[in-house]
């Protein structure tokens, strides 16, 4: 069977990929420790909950508005202001299926046959597969690991073509947890002004942070930078709500309503309930990622300092997210495995433990481990790649 070429162009995502095979295994009987999944494993706290229980019982059970219930922009147009220094009015937002849904959404109205997108590497593994799902082209700038996987202005500058786009910037990075300074962003915003082009910046680990570094918007430098950025953001990690689905896009109005008109064709809306719970997460002044933050932090330098302890595997400290991004390549070669994709599959067949390789995220002598889970199961982890490593 035929099948379009733009499925037949797409990558399989190596994080649910690894998953699956965990989960395989561990349906089999086998006691497999899983480090892929990126979400936290905190419950969504209970007002939450509570809040889109209450929605039910009150029957906001039907279609709303494509672009979000207007007590779920103004939520998110206030948290903009209290925690970003932005101001956007309703017609510069709109609500999503998730964020994920937002930047495809986003590129799907914003790129013709040929565009290209300039993606930082390492790179979440979803960025170059939705440029291709809307006939754009994926431009790639190694971050380099010796100034913390981050591209400089020069780099960019030299990457911009004719038919360049857009530049993608996520900060907390997935998979580092790396941040950009307001300086760094500054300098890359110099350039696409000059260039004129547009900014996706992907903000959706913003709360997780673990360093006195500040998250800092590129669209809060200048209103010019804030006129080409569009903004992603939503409620998945910042409270533990991955499965709810809601994600948000911000920038000029002419883009959201061209992503309003495209996802009422795909979508209709947003699931209503989780919308009510979304609006609950913003309207209360309780912050649940300060428990998350706290208990991230431990489990970060636990985590990390078991690593760096493991012969052939280096590591760069990050700031957020909850993911360690170590260079095993050494450790690799030791083991006599040629690539680290060699190296993770024999890891998770001697020893159930289930890492993503670095070659998903466009870094294939890494690796991405999740900490969102408990300090004893991280601690076995590492034991069990550390008797791997040395057993080899």
């Given at each position: ?27 089999e009987g086998h006691d497999v420790i899983g480090l892929g999944v990126g979400e936290p494993d905190f419950n969504t706290p209970s007002f939450i ?82 440029v291709k799902l809307a006939e754009g082209v994926p431009i790639y700038i190694d971050g380099l690991e010796n100034h913390n996987f981050k591209i400089s202005p020069e780099q960019l500058e030299a990457a911009i073509t004719p038919r360049t786009k857009a530049v993608i910037i996520n900060s ?221």
């Amino acid at each position: 069977m035929e099948l379009a070429n733009r499925v037949n162009s797409l990558t399989p995502s190596s994080t649910l990929a690894i998953s699956a095979k965990a989960k395989q295994l561990k349906q089999e009987g086998h006691d497999v420790i899983g480090l892929g999944v990126g979400e936290p494993d905190f419950n969504t706290p209970s007002f939450i909950i509570d809040a889109a229980k209450d929605a039910m019982d009150k029957g906001m059970t039907k279609y709303t508005p494509t672009g979000g219930i207007q007590e779920l922009k103004q939520a998110i147009i206030h948290k903009f202001q209290r925690d970003n220094g932005l101001s956007y009015t309703q017609t510069e937002i709109i609500v999503t299926s998730g964020a994920k849904h937002a930047l495809y959404t986003l590129f799907q109205v914003l790129l013709n046959e040929g565009d290209e997108v300039i993606i930082p590497t390492p790179y979440w593994v979803s960025y170059p597969e939705q440029v291709k799902l809307a006939e754009g082209v994926p431009i790639y700038i190694d971050g380099l690991e010796n100034h913390n996987f981050k591209i400089s202005p020069e780099q960019l500058e030299a990457a911009i073509t004719p038919r360049t786009k857009a530049v993608i910037i996520n900060s907390p990075s997935n998979p580092t947890g790396m941040m950009y300074t307001a300086e760094e962003l500054r300098k890359i915003g110099d350039i696409c002004e000059k260039h004129e082009l547009f900014i996706v910046s992907d903000e959706i680990y913003e709360k997780l942070i673990y360093t006195n570094d500040k998250h800092i918007s590129i669209a809060q430098l200048s209103p010019k930078l804030k006129e080409r950025t569009i903004v992603i953001n939503g409620v998945s990690k910042s409270h533990a709500m991955t499965g709810w689905r809601i994600g948000y896009a911000a920038g000029a109005e002419v883009i959201i309503k061209a992503m309003t008109n495209h996802a009422s064709h795909a979508t209709s809306n947003p699931t209503s309930i989780a919308q009510y719970a979304a609006l609950a997460a913003y309207e209360n002044e309780t912050d649940p990622t300060i428990k998350m933050r706290d208990v991230f932090s431990r489990r970060l330098d636990v985590l990390y300092n078991l690593l760096i302890d493991i012969p052939g595997i280096s590591c760069k400290k990050p700031n957020g997210a909850f993911y360690l991004f170590p260079n095993v390549i050494e450790a690799a070669k030791k083991c006599g495995y040629d690539t680290v994709d060699d190296w993770v599959a024999a890891l998770l067949i001697e020893e159930k433990v289930a890492l993503v390789p670095g070659s998903g995220f466009g870094f294939p002598n890494n690796v991405r481990l999740s900490y969102a889970t408990s300090e004893d199961v991280l601690v076995e982890a590492a034991q069990r790649i550390k008797r791997f490593v040395e057993k080899h």
